[in-house]
């Protein structure tokens, strides 16, 4: 079985600090993992993915993710943020072991509020 | 734009009532998904559809029913309608059945039952 938690509901930063979304996962095989970001009164948008390789993965808008395999853990990180960034964040894995899921499982969601 | 359409963008209407709603993904993409999302369930996963089977179904109820057509655009039936049905509900497309495949997310249909 396959599964995601993001423990926070609501993260808080300033404007020009760096940001963390946190993510841990519980898969059986090697995870798919992805996140995503829904502005207000849109869809969700895809940010980035790791699937194999490189633990760092760069994706759309400055952010990026670190693939943590010991500690089942994919945080979405950015080095500064912006006002523009506040939105909510979705964490979601799929189990790319055989016979896993085609569908992948979603977190709660975590409201990111960039303060100016 | 994602690239994946959904009509219509709001819908209205009253208890026990049946909707359509419709989806078409992106161009290329043959992998449509359906989604309920509401403020107490999260993102909730319904029925998927690849190259017009159905492939896997998660919490959908027995009164929601899908379909995908050979042109790939799909629809939802929602009947017998109850209050609690009120939510967003989200189309996504994906190139592949599995593996590493990103989805793309229309824009949702907002069903409001009264």
């Known amino acids: 079985a396959q599964s995601v938690a993001q423990p926070e509901d609501q993260v808080n930063v300033a404007e020009g600090n760096p940001l963390t979304v946190k993510c841990t996962y519980s898969v059986s095989g090697n995870p798919y993992l992805f996140w995503y970001v829904q502005y207000p009164n849109r869809g969700l948008q895809f940010l980035l993915k790791?699937?194999?390789?490189?633990?760092l993965v760069k994706g759309s808008y400055g952010f990026e993710a670190e693939f943590n395999k010991s500690q089942t853990s994919f945080h979405l990180k950015k080095p500064s943020a912006l006002v523009s960034d506040s939105a909510l964040y979705f964490c979601a894995v799929r189990d790319g072991a055989s016979g896993g899921s085609y569908i992948p499982t979603f977190g709660r969601g975590t409201s990111l509020i960039v303060h100016p | 734009d994602s690239g994946v359409t959904q009509t219509p963008k709001h819908l209205i209407t009253a208890t026990g009532q049946r909707v359509t709603l419709r989806c078409s993904p992106r161009s290329g993409d043959l992998s449509v998904y359906w989604y309920q999302q509401s403020l107490d369930q999260g993102l909730q996963f319904l029925i998927q559809?690849?190259?017009?089977?159905?492939?896997a179904k998660g919490n959908i109820l027995e009164r929601f029913s899908a379909q995908q057509f050979p042109d790939l655009h799909s629809e939802l039936n929602l009947s017998s309608l109850e209050l609690g049905d009120s939510a967003l509900y989200f189309c996504?497309?994906?190139?592949?059945?599995?593996?590493?495949?990103?989805?793309?997310f229309g824009p949702g249909t907002r069903l409001t039952v009264t």
């Open positions: 559809y690849y190259n017009g089977e159905e492939r």
């Open positions: 790791y699937i194999t390789g490189d633990n």
């Open positions: 996504a497309s994906s190139v592949g059945l599995a593996g590493g495949s990103e989805q793309y």
